[in-house]
């Protein structure tokens, strides 16, 4: 290895020391190797190895993609692959995705890449969408924060916008400081000018749902009634595959009997209208 590769890998080290706001001495100790050891790493002076670099980038939780980025920049392959979920490999992935997503319903669950386009969604997701006024919003790709914040999307009819606003900026902050994807800085900027405009919203006087301050709920107004959720967010554990370490599967639950039985109506008596669109062709 030259030492410029190591210096590039040395460069890449630091800076993703430096991401998660730790000193050499700190990472050095939770990496088991000594300070000098690790400064000599980033600096160029020492060339790691492959293990090392893994090691390293594992214990600083480097996305997948990032590292394969340091050991290319170190002169190594690259080890993990990155394959549409249309690749016959995926089968698994692709079953459990469709079988976390159905098993669901009749409450909405959807599938989204890093940058939150839609990769999948259940049936259940269709009354959400119902007021939706700009339909290029839901020509694919996808992007469910755009989708979900545009003055022309789901926002006007989101009872609680200025706190679910301000929980989805939170998220894309606290990812984009983890990943340092600009696709991501140049959403959070683009969400970031988007007007706070509920007017349909403001009709429904109803009181928002207490959750005693314990999680951000989502209160939606539609045709069929006032919806309030609670969502979780599933990743797939120890992925080897890039697509799949990237991917999250986001499941809207009921926040009380109310929106539970709407739903429940819904799915009995009308299928849920409203056509999803698939995601692209990877």
Same mark, same amino acid.
């Given at each position: 290895?030259?030492?410029?590769?190591?210096?590039?890998?040395g460069?890449?080290?630091?800076?993703?020391?430096?991401?998660?706001?730790?000193?050499?001495?700190?990472?050095?100790?939770?990496?088991?190797?000594?300070?000098?050891?690790?400064?000599?790493?980033?600096?160029?002076?020492?060339?790691?190895?492959?293990?090392?670099?893994?090691?390293?980038?594992?214990?600083?939780?480097?996305?997948?993609?990032?590292?394969n980025?340091?050991?290319?920049?170190?002169?190594?392959?690259?080890?993990?692959a990155?394959?549409?979920?249309?690749?016959?490999?995926?089968?698994?992935?692709?079953?459990?995705?469709e079988? @976390?997503l159905?098993?669901h319903?009749?409450?909405?669950?959807?599938?989204?890449?890093?940058?939150? +386009?839609?990769?999948?969604?259940?049936?259940?997701?269709?009354?959400?969408?119902?007021?939706?006024?700009d339909?290029?919003?839901?020509?694919?790709?996808?992007? @469910?924060?755009?989708?979900s914040?545009?003055?022309?999307?789901?926002?006007?009819?989101?009872? +609680?916008?200025?706190?679910?606003?301000?929980?989805?900026?939170?998220?894309?902050?606290?990812?984009?400081?983890?990943?340092?994807?600009?696709?991501?800085?140049?959403?959070?900027?683009?969400?970031?000018?988007?007007?706070?405009?509920?007017?349909?919203?403001?009709?429904?006087?109803?009181?928002?749902?207490?959750?005693?301050?314990?999680?951000?709920?989502?209160?939606?107004?539609?045709?069929?009634g006032?919806?309030?959720?609670?969502?979780?967010?599933?990743?797939?554990?120890?992925?080897?595959?890039?697509t799949?370490?990237?991917?999250?599967?986001?499941?809207?639950?009921?926040?009380?009997?109310?929106?539970?039985?709407?739903?429940?109506?819904?799915?009995?008596?009308?299928?849920?209208?409203?056509?999803?669109?698939?995601?692209?062709?990877?």
């Amino acid at each position: 290895m030259s030492g410029r590769t190591a210096l590039a890998a040395g460069e890449y080290l630091r800076t993703w020391r430096q991401r998660r706001r730790m000193s050499q001495l700190e990472f050095a100790l939770e990496a088991e190797i000594s300070q000098r050891h690790l400064s000599f790493l980033e600096s160029g002076r020492s060339v790691p190895s492959r293990d090392m670099l893994l090691h390293l980038a594992e214990r600083l939780e480097v996305p997948l993609r990032e590292r394969n980025a340091m050991l290319l920049a170190a002169g190594y392959a690259p080890v993990y692959a990155e394959r549409s979920l249309e690749d016959p490999a995926m089968a698994a992935a692709r079953q459990a995705i469709e079988l @976390v997503l159905k098993g669901h319903e009749p409450y909405p669950a959807l599938a989204v890449d890093r940058h939150w +386009n839609l990769v999948a969604a259940n049936a259940a997701l269709a009354p959400m969408l119902a007021g939706v006024a700009d339909r290029a919003l839901l020509e694919p790709p996808v992007n @469910v924060l755009r989708l979900s914040l545009h003055p022309e999307g789901m926002a006007p009819r989101i009872a +609680n916008l200025v706190e679910w606003r301000a929980h989805l900026l939170d998220r894309l902050r606290r990812q984009i400081a983890v990943t340092s994807d600009p696709v991501l800085t140049d959403l959070l900027r683009e969400l970031s000018t988007y007007p706070v405009n509920n007017t349909l919203a403001a009709i429904d006087a109803a009181p928002p749902t207490d959750h005693g301050g314990v999680l951000v709920p989502l209160e939606l107004v539609t045709d069929a009634g006032r919806l309030s959720f609670i969502s979780t967010t599933t990743v797939f554990g120890t992925p080897r595959d890039i697509t799949l370490s990237e991917l999250a599967l986001e499941a809207f639950f009921p926040a009380n009997t109310e929106t539970a039985e709407i739903l429940r109506r819904l799915s009995a008596t009308d299928p849920f209208p409203v056509e999803i669109p698939p995601p692209p062709a990877r």
